[in-house]
């Protein structure tokens, strides 16, 4: 079980005060939640086996009063977790005993849309795909596209630089923001960047994006939306073996054409999404791409050709190209289905996030299957095949402790192999409290301690979603340098 | 994190340095920003090399030091190239041709015209590995496309200007390079109209990569001369989509007048705008970029008047070249700060590089912010002081 730190005796001495305290700066009688039953939907995010009720949760909607708050913490020495939708699936948003939980779920305005300048500024708890919704009409979309799109909120994408499955075109979320609002830990409001591009100083944006809550709490965004390509359309491939498909991969990516999406998932992925989803997946098949190109019918039409004549060369053994709109969708219906097509065979499940360097995938992934038959436990992988993201689904039951140390062991051990191959920890989940204690397989001590003096110098006493990233130092707190 | 033979050597330096030092690559672009009081130089010079290139997995590293030509024709060697298109400013701020340096483009987060469609240097670098103000060597990120783990100290460090530590390796993502390029050039439009194209063309669904309005006076400078206004549309992709995407756009705008430059046009015209080739420049003149969003473009090259300029990245990017004296800095710095933008100033006298704010100043608590990180990472204060701010 994960560790967290001892939450600090005089701040649960002083609760009521502290209640009384948020209730005084947010006047809304249901913006701030003290009693047990009404916290309990706080106590844990999209990381299930962790829950921990906070002292209370304040939920602001406006800028304004996210920085009463934090100035009132602050004072008080209080810890605080922000938190979005609670979508994280590494803790992120874990509470602490001692702390407040900021949920940014009321502040869900769009504040406005520019079409000329191709931006639109949100509160941090507009939802991902609401940015997209509310430009639409207009041809345009806002690309970063997690799979918890319809719940998670943009503000958690800022802090996690969350990805997708086409952002191998279209980047991450730091590559899609042009400016911030942010509270810092003492309750000051800063603007960052703003609508233009590049900003001159230090890269705040780009330090703040992914920082996991650590500098300062996210509150207004502004994000380049795009104007979205005439038409997609998605093909599908199966292979005899993993090797053969990541040569696939490999001779895409060498051919010139840089694919919107190009998924791959393997044997278990494809019988679990296929039972859930009917989508016609071939069952025969150790292996399988998606692969989804952009353009006008004619160019779509070209480029699945293409594409088609590089499979040819692999000796496919399943090879669909859509024809349409709804064939394309049932192509993606599938793989989008693969957490629910998990949880129906399952009990429960780990979704792991680690990154390879391509060329190592069938290595990795016969090394997951020895792992998987040592600790037996099954696993399921889907992989961001363009950019080396392996999504790892390990299946256990949460009911039995055996079953759920060996999963959280066997997910470990995938991750410290990632590292080894010369890959990283996490692609675009975060480090949360989940991968926390890893982060010295990746990092050398000195080089985490920059990490560390870097936060402190947003955060100088530690409030701010503490017992996250880094690892905890065998001494209690204070952490900082 | 093993230091390598050159980092221990650049590291030594840093610790036994008892006076700031100049933080250096092929110093051409030491006329940016403003001055550094130093009594020594530390370079990359001894880091030279490409140490990892991976096609397949659109990933290259090289040591800070290599040329950025090298690494240009090793990677168009297997057909791709940078993505943020990094400019060659030798034309304006001395300096030989070809010499700068990656660890140069990385520390200045120089990005060219298809910057506005495709991210800017700092959006491609997946890893980094340094030598801090501490004298340790450190890295960040590594050779994978995505890595969210701990913070982004890539992005800290480029555009850092060497204030922070040596960037002594690098490793970016690069893509396929297009198989054409085609442009749409619309002859004598203003500043005004010529944005409301580019806005229309940056947000239809051709993928336009590039997008710039060049005044009489700077057209008058490609190496393909117009002698009137210019605005010019980029569109890269395969042979075919090119012709398609050109003509269609080019019918959809519905300016008379419009034509297609074909691939060896385009590219020869876009080398050209990359390294702000038509910037009208006199020996002397200060130089200034703005970046503002997009439709401010045109209020910024009014408002300062004086100086002449042209506008890439749809309007948003406003370069001006003009007298370098404090009367126009201060014009150029209240343009950007009306339209809500920033401000670099690349080129001018040092007396002028130290009596401005070459970047805009920050509001107290961030300042104090930017104090803490560079003490937590330089605490001595060695590395490129006052570069950025005066007296950081």
Same mark, same amino acid.
């Given at each position: 079980m994960i560790r967290l730190p001892d939450p600090k005796p005089d701040v649960l001495a002083r609760r009521d005060a502290v209640i009384a305290g948020l209730r005084a700066v947010l006047?809304?009688?249901?913006?701030v939640i003290a009693d047990p039953i009404s916290l309990k939907p706080y106590e844990t995010d999209g990381l299930s086996a962790y829950r921990q009720m906070p002292l209370a949760v304040a939920l602001p909607e406006t800028t304004e009063q996210v920085a009463a708050i934090m100035r009132f913490c602050h004072e008080n020495g209080v810890r605080v977790v922000p938190r979005g939708a609670g979508t994280s699936l590494s803790g992120g948003a874990l509470p602490m005993e001692d702390a407040v939980v900021v949920g $940014? +779920?009321? +502040?869900?305005?769009? $504040?406005d849309i520019n079409y000329p300048d191709r931006c639109a500024t949100v509160q941090a708890g507009v939802t991902n795909i609401g940015i997209t919704n509310a430009v639409s009409d207009e041809g345009f979309f806002y690309a970063p596209d997690p799979s918890s799109q319809i719940a998670c909120m943009i503000g958690g994408n800022v802090a996690m630089n969350s990805g997708g499955a086409h952002c191998l075109k279209y980047g991450v979320t730091t590559n899609n923001l042009l400016g911030l609002t942010i509270v810092t830990v003492d309750g000051e409001i800063l603007h960052i #960047? #703003?609508?233009? $591009?590049d900003a001159a100083g230090y890269d705040w944006l780009g330090l703040l994006t992914g920082s996991e809550g650590q500098l300062a709490v996210v509150t207004e965004i502004t994000v380049r939306i795009l104007r979205s390509p005439e038409g997609a359309r998605a093909m599908l491939a199966g292979f005899a073996s993993n090797e053969i498909a990541g040569e696939c991969v490999d001779a895409i990516i060498s051919s010139g054409i840089i694919p919107v999406a190009l998924e791959f998932m393997d044997r278990p992925a494809i019988h679990a999404c296929e039972a859930f989803a009917h989508a016609g997946y071939p069952l025969d098949v150790e292996a399988m791409l998606i692969i989804e190109v952009e353009g006008s019918v004619a160019e779509q039409d070209d480029l699945l050709a293409r594409l088609t004549e590089i499979c040819n060369r692999h000796n496919p053994m399943n090879l669909k190209v859509s024809q349409s709109a709804e064939e394309s969708a049932a192509i993606w219906k599938g793989r989008k289905g693969a957490f629910g097509a998990i949880g129906r065979i399952s009990p429960d499940y780990l979704c792991m996030d680690g990154v390879i360097p391509t060329s190592k995938l069938p290595d990795v992934l016969r090394r997951i299957q020895e792992m998987s038959d040592s600790n037996q436990l099954k696993v399921a992988n889907i992989f961001h095949a363009g950019d080396g993201n392996l999504h790892p689904l390990i299946m256990f039951d949460a009911n039995d402790p055996d079953s759920f140390h060996r999963a959280e062991t066997f997910g470990a051990d995938i991750l410290k192999l990632c590292v080894e191959v010369g890959g990283c920890l996490t692609g675009e989940h975060g480090v949360g409290v989940e991968k926390r204690d890893l982060m010295p397989f990746q990092f050398a001590e000195h080089e985490l301690e920059q990490q560390r003096r870097i936060k402190s110098a947003f955060d100088p006493d530690w409030l701010l979603n503490p017992s996250k990233v880094f690892p905890l130092r065998p001494s209690p707190l204070p952490q900082a340098a | 994190m093993i230091a390598t033979e050159a980092e221990s050597l650049i590291a030594g330096q840093i610790a036994a340095a008892r006076e700031p030092l100049l933080v250096r690559g092929a110093g051409t672009k030491s006329g940016m920003l403003r001055p550094v009081q130093a009594a020594g130089t530390i370079g990359t010079a001894g880091l030279s090399g490409i140490t990892l290139y991976a096609p397949k997995e659109l990933i290259i590293s090289a040591l800070a030091g290599t040329p950025l030509h090298e690494i240009e024709t090793a990677l168009a060697e297997h057909g791709q190239h940078l993505i943020a298109e990094p400019p060659d400013l030798s034309a304006l701020l001395g300096g030989p041709r070809d010499t700068q340096t990656l660890g140069g483009v990385v520390a200045t987060n120089l990005s060219g015209p298809r910057r506005v469609a495709w991210g800017a240097m700092r959006d491609h670098v997946m890893g980094i590995r340094a030598v801090t103000g501490r004298a340790e060597v450190i890295h960040s990120g590594g050779r994978v496309l995505k890595n969210v783990t701990g913070l982004d100290l890539c992005k800290l460090f480029t555009g850092s200007h060497g204030t922070l530590g040596i960037i002594t390796e690098i490793t970016l993502k690069v893509l396929p390079a297009s198989e054409a390029t085609g442009t749409i050039v619309i002859p004598g439009l203003d500043a005004d109209a010529a944005v409301a194209a580019m806005s229309a063309a940056l947000g239809s669904p051709y993928g336009v990569s590039g997008a710039v309005w060049l005044p009489a006076e700077a057209a008058a400078r490609l190496p393909e001369p117009f002698d009137r206004s210019v605005t010019l549309i980029r569109i890269e992709d395969f042979a075919a989509s090119v012709s398609y995407r050109t003509e269609k756009l080019r019918v959809e705008l519905g300016h008379a007048g419009a034509a297609i430059l074909d691939d060896a046009a385009s590219r020869t015209l876009w080398r050209a705008v990359r390294d702000a080739i038509p910037l009208p420049v006199t020996d002397g003149d200060g130089i200034w970029r703005v970046s503002v969003r997009p439709s401010c473009g045109p209020g910024v090259l009014r408002a300062v008047v004086g100086p002449a300029g042209y506008l890439d990245w749809g309007g948003g990017l406003v370069w001006l070249a003009g007298p370098a004296t404090e009367t126009t800095h201060r014009a150029v710095e209240a343009a950007a700060r009306l339209a809500g933008g920033t401000w670099t100033l690349m080129r001018a006298p040092d007396s002028l590089r130290n009596a401005v704010d070459v970047v805009p100043p920050e509001p107290a608590v961030l300042a104090a912010i930017t104090r803490r990180v560079k003490e937590a990472m330089d605490p001595r204060g060695i590395l490129n002081p006052g570069r950025i701010y005066a007296g950081l």
């Open positions: 006047p809304d009688e249901e913006a $940014l +779920m009321r +502040m869900n305005q769009i $504040l #960047g #703003g609508e233009h $591009l | -």
